[in-house]
């Protein structure tokens, strides 16, 4: 796969991310006035007419940034540069020509690429006027955009297509046989670990908590399969978050988990699972994502086992025990390309389909075995099950009133359908329970060899003479204990103690 490479570069706040936004067709890389927003290089397809090309978006040359990654954004950007077929150098038709346009003018002077100068911010003909000024910087006709009022957007894409190079028979490029989004708490090691994936440096790597901000689609290919991984910003608890930024990185990294195939949800072994994790893989459930929880930095545990840190990490996600763990370390690419072999297994097991025979005899066996309880005075029927869809394996059953059926039911069927089918062993199942319409001419039946269930006791005769209340006879003192711990405690407890064995 060849696809041309098209970067947009300028100085800091001349709208670059909003420029890639309106140019992509979708809220990509986060917009916010503040300066120095971007810093990793954000990237996505971008497909025009016939052709294809990878747009790249960037931080802004010559900011100073408050977290001292100047230089590592600085090379983001060189490597954007060097990758690109085409340049968009975006100056702001507002503020007009200043001193660090001048500057990245002439850090471009000497590449040997196309570049196409783009003023954006034009919302009007009236700022039209002023932009005449920018043809001093030597770059030729100047393009007039506004990605906020829909302004100039053909005669770009026009110019850029003219300037591609010309289209290769391997242009177009291949399925995406696979996203991963990579999640977790700040510092657990995600960009290290797409780094190693798809051995270069996409993303900037630092100590310094929050680096990454937007999420970065990073694509890459292994054993002749393309992959794409999606970078989030580190997840804190919403208290935590500070301004307009963070709450978009939150915001992103919620959209990648849904949009995944895989989640790979990262933990980091010497802090304790905290209430952010939990919240975490919670959401994670209720997408019905394949999740595989990665341990990084194990080489920071050495000489302790895995097995305690699989058990601490049991405990704390007992509804989740189906899930696979993977024991990391990114740093040196350890185990790094197994989680993505591992990853493909559990995308298989989501596609797949079984047989309705198949479910119907796993859900006869549970009504045997263990029939639901009774509910409203009335007993549950299943008459049939099936499976409807994949990615993520979908069940419905069809029942007399799905309102008999509780939650501790519910998770009972489906244990019983991961355990006993053998098809999506490690997988979440998504249950549906459909209320079956009647056929007046159809014998009702529900599934064969389906345990009896107690009948409904029969009502109390009313009194004759209910006017007159019945005396009762006072209630006897019942005996009291008081405890100051709850079961929460004692659970909070047994993960403590078990956290503290590692």
């Given at each position: 796969m060849s696809v041309p490479v098209v970067a947009i570069v300028g100085r800091p706040n001349v709208g670059k991310s909003s420029l890639f936004n309106w140019l992509a067709g979708r809220r990509i890389a986060i917009v916010d006035p503040t300066a120095g927003v971007t810093r990793d290089r954000v990237s996505t397809l971008v497909h025009v007419r016939d052709r294809y090309f990878d747009l790249i978006d960037t931080g802004g040359m010559g900011v100073e940034d408050v977290?001292?990654?100047?230089?590592?954004?600085?090379?983001?950007?060189?490597?954007?540069?060097?990758?690109?077929?085409?340049?968009?150098?975006?100056?702001?038709?507002?503020?007009?020509?200043v001193a660090l346009d001048e500057q990245v003018a002439k850090r471009l002077r000497y590449v040997d690429k196309p570049v196409i100068l783009v003023a954006n911010k034009c919302d009007h003909e009236g700022v039209d006027a002023q932009t005449a000024e920018f043809y001093k910087l030597g770059r030729g006709k100047l393009v007039l955009v506004s990605a906020h009022q829909n302004r100039g957007k053909d005669d770009l894409l026009r110019l850029i297509l003219a300037r591609l190079p010309e289209k290769d028979d391997d242009e177009e490029p291949g399925d995406v046989a696979l996203k991963l989004a990579i999640v977790g708490r700040r510092n657990t090691g995600k960009s290290t670990f797409i780094n190693a994936l798809a051995e270069s440096d996409r993303m900037i790597v630092s100590e310094v908590p929050g680096t990454t901000r937007d999420s970065v689609d990073v694509r890459f290919e292994s054993d002749g399969l393309t992959f794409v991984a999606i970078d989030t910003a580190g997840v804190r608890k919403k208290r935590s978050i500070a301004g307009d930024i963070e709450f978009y990185s939150m915001a992103r990294s919620q959209r990648s988990i849904r949009r995944a195939d895989v989640v790979l949800l990262f933990f980091d072994p010497k802090a304790r699972i905290s209430k952010v994790d939990k919240q975490l893989a919670e959401y994670v459930l209720e997408q019905n994502k394949p999740a595989i929880f990665v341990v990084n930095k194990w080489d920071t545990m050495t000489p302790t086992p895995t097995g305690r840190m699989a058990t601490y990490v049991r405990a704390t996600f007992?509804?989740?025990?189906?899930?696979?763990?993977?024991?990391?370390?990114?740093?040196?690419?350890?185990?790094?390309?197994?989680?993505?072999?591992?990853?493909?297994?559990?995308?298989?097991?989501?596609?797949?389909?079984?047989?309705?025979?198949?479910?119907?005899?796993?859900?006869?066996?549970?009504?045997?075995?263990?029939?639901?309880?009774l509910r409203q005075n009335r007993r549950a029927k299943i008459y049939y099950g099936t499976q409807v869809e994949t990615n993520p394996p979908t069940v419905v059953l069809f029942v007399n009133s799905p309102d008999l059926f509780d939650n501790t039911y519910q998770r009972y069927l489906i244990k019983e359908l991961r355990d006993q089918l053998g098809a999506f062993p490690d997988i979440p199942i998504k249950l549906h329970l459909r209320k079956r319409v009647r056929d007046e001419s159809a014998e009702d039946t529900a599934l064969e060899d389906a345990p009896a269930l107690p009948t409904v006791p029969e009502e109390k005769p009313v009194r004759k003479n209910p006017a007159k209340p019945k005396k009762r006879k006072p209630a006897k003192p019942e005996l009291t204990f008081s405890t100051d711990v709850d079961d929460d405690d004692l659970e909070r407890d047994r993960q403590s103690e078990l956290w503290t064995d590692l």
């Open positions: 977290d001292n990654l100047t230089a590592d954004i600085e090379r983001q950007i060189e490597a954007a540069i060097d990758q690109a077929d085409v340049i968009l150098f975006v100056v702001d038709g507002r503020d007009g020509l007992p509804s989740l025990d189906f899930v696979p763990i993977a024991f990391t370390t990114a740093k040196e690419g350890r185990n790094v390309h197994a989680v993505l072999n591992l990853a493909q297994n559990l995308h298989k097991q989501a596609c797949r389909r079984v047989d309705t025979s198949d479910i119907n005899r796993v859900i006869q066996r549970c009504l045997t075995d263990n029939p639901p309880p």
